[in-house]
Structures are given as C-alpha cells and as structure tokens.
C-alpha cells in the first residue's frame, strides 16, 4: 500500500513537472492519476487534485469539473489553506473563461486578488500562463502588468479569438473524417470520457445539436479544414 502511494505521488509529481516545463505528460500518467481521483473523489489528497485541475486547464483531462472546483473551494475556504484557495480560485477563473463564463472568471480573479492584497500571497499569480490573466486589466491592473512583463497572460490562440482550442480542433478533424468516440480514443492515446468531454465542450462551444452539425459549424468558421 505504502508502495502504491508513493508510485502516485512520483506521477503526481511528473505530471506536474511536465506541465511546468512543457516537455509533455505520459498519457498513462493522466490515467492513472484520472482513476486516483475517480476512486477517492472528496478523499483525494489536494497534491492529487491540483494535478487533475491543472490537466483540466490545459485541456488534458476532463476528471476534474467546474463544480468539483467550486465544491474543493469551500472546503479550502473552510480549513483556512488561504494559499490553496487563491490557486484554485484562478483554475476556476481559466475554466470559466474558457467556457465563456467571464463574470464568473472576473469574480474569481477578484477573490485571488483580495487575498493578494491581504495577505501578501500573489505567487501563483505568477506561476501558470493562465488565458484569464487578461481579465485583470479591469481588476487589478498593476498586477496585471506584472504578469504580462513575464508573458503569463493569455495563449497566443486565444488572443487570435480562436474558438476552439488546439485538442478540439484535433477531435474535431477526426470527427469529420467519421471516426468515432473510440476511435479518437485510440488514435490520440485519450480515454473514452475525456473525449466525450471535450466533443461535450466543442458542442456547447459551436452552439451545435450534434457532431453533424459541429462539423459544419466548425468549417464554416474555419476552425476546421
């Protein structure tokens, strides 16, 4: 059991790294880690979870939902782990963001900007290229500026006004040529359910009824060829 732990802890670990250093993440990792969490859900230790959340932000994993990071918010906010509750109130800020959600994204980043000015903690503002940074022009805008003189704030596809990111595209070239849940599953070494969540996201996205549609939307939008 000790054995197993520490096995997942040292992927935790890879993973964030990889993410840290954009030298790539093991999809095997993403799996195992996808599993840890699905077993344990409310259990799961917070180096666990931060993992996942930051996989969902980069568009890697879908285990982690916007409501799953509301519900671990209130319990940070509950313990007191004020540097957790700013970290994962800016992973709600970009998922919220990317789902076009930007009241919601705005009134987190003002929470994580309280605590900056409270209790001194603006690290994590610094730590990940997050697309929602952009926001803080309207909210914190010396802050902002801090972060953009690093080049943390939006991804260049997102300040193109690209809809879609890079992996729904990829799905979405796929779902055009007829290949099926499974077989994107297959060819792009993701699970059955992440790619379920991001055809989920690519829908609601293209304001698409079906995968039909989405692909016809997505051309005459030129997010496809």
């Not at 805008?141 to 596809?157: D, F, M, R, V, W």
Request: net charge neutral; charged share 25%.
């Amino acid at each position: 059991m000790r054995g197993s732990a520490a096995e997942l802890l040292v992927c935790i670990f890879r993973v964030i790294r990889g993410l840290h250093q954009d030298s790539g993440v093991q999809q095997s990792d993403i799996e195992r880690l996808e599993v840890a969490y699905l077993r344990e859900k409310s259990a799961a230790n917070w180096i666990l979870f931060e993992a996942l959340a930051l996989l969902k932000v980069k568009d890697l994993s879908g285990a982690v939902t916007a409501g799953d990071l509301v519900d671990y918010l209130d319990r940070l906010r509950y313990t007191g782990m004020i540097p957790l509750v700013q970290l994962f109130l800016l992973f709600l800020a970009e998922v919220n963001c990317q789902e076009n959600n930007h009241a919601d994204a705005v009134s987190c980043l003002k929470e994580a900007v309280t605590i900056s000015k409270e209790y001194g903690i603006s690290v994590h503002f610094h730590t990940y290229r997050l697309t929602c940074l952009d926001l803080l022009k309207n909210v914190d805008a010396q802050l902002y500026h801090s972060i953009a003189a690093k080049g943390l704030t939006g991804e260049p596809a997102k300040q193109r006004g690209a809809l879609l990111s890079a992996k729904e595209k990829e799905i979405l070239e796929l779902v055009a040529l007829g290949k099926s849940n499974a077989d994107i599953s297959r060819m792009l070494f993701l699970s059955v359910g992440t790619v379920k969540w991001h055809m989920n996201h690519i829908l609601a996205k293209l304001e698409a009824r079906n995968r039909v549609e989405a692909v016809q939307k997505g051309k005459a939008l030129g997010e496809i060829g």
